[in-house]
């Protein structure tokens, strides 16, 4: 069965600091997988990798994947308390009937 | 502002009633997704449609069951509400149906069963 985790499932910073997120996967026919920020209520997009070792970057936040371990990581530098959200971690699979996995989310606390 | 609308915002009802939740994708969008998110869970795939023909299927209940209509609007219709269906159930929306890439969420229809 097709399995996405995420780890931590929660942590607490502080504003300045440096995070890092991991989304490891067990996927059939992986195609894609996307990082989405959850703060009050609708996830919004982060990243879509689809390649191996190519690094995606916006602003302070940047993602890579690695589909040989089968895992991504999301690092957020010099951390701000706006990036206090959930963070989702989901899949999708090349199959017949498409549909995106997601992790339970790391849920990220910056305080000041 | 994803483009992506949800209705009711939140519903209040009893064990064993039925409830519909509607949604609007964004203008263009094709693919209608229905997700439940219970509290501190990720988000469980429900159902998918593809312009108005259902394209894959999660752990939907079979009491749960779904439609996209002509002009693109879907609805979520579940019967014999149990408490453990109390959660806020998201629709997103996308352009196509393979090669998924991006969705976009409505906020989210909180359900409350008592």
Redesign the interface.
């Known amino acids: 069965e097709d399995k996405?985790v995420?780890s931590p499932l929660s942590l607490v910073v502080h504003e300045g600091d440096t995070v890092t997120l991991n989304c490891s996967y067990e996927v059939t026919n992986f195609?894609?997988l996307?990082w989405y920020k959850q703060e009050k209520?609708?996830?919004?997009?982060l990243f879509?990798l689809t390649s191996s070792g190519i690094e995606k970057k916006s602003g302070r936040l940047s993602s890579i994947l690695d589909k040989k371990e089968l895992f991504s990581i999301l690092n957020i530098t010099a951390t701000q308390t706006g990036d206090s959200a959930v963070y989702?971690c989901?899949v999708?699979a090349r199959k017949n009937?498409?549909?995106?996995?997601?992790?339970?989310?790391t849920r990220l606390t910056v305080k000041p | 502002d994803s483009g992506v609308t949800q209705t009711p915002k939140h519903l209040i009802t009893a064990t064993g009633q039925r409830v519909t939740l509607r949604c609007s994708p964004r203008s263009g969008d094709l693919s209608v997704y229905w997700y439940q998110q219970s509290l501190d869970q990720g988000l469980q795939f429900l159902i998918q449609y593809y312009n108005g023909e259902e394209r894959a299927k999660g752990n939907i209940l079979e009491r749960f069951s779904a439609q996209q209509f002509p002009d693109l609007h879907s609805e979520l219709n579940l019967s014999s509400l149990e408490l453990g269906d109390s959660a806020l159930y998201f629709c997103a929306s996308s352009f196509r149906t393979g090669a998924t890439g991006e969705l976009f969420f409505g906020e989210g229809s909180r359900l409350t069963v008592l």
């Open positions: 996405v995420q195609r894609s996307l209520k609708a996830p919004t997009f879509m989702l989901a999708e009937n498409n549909d995106m996995r997601f992790g339970a989310g």
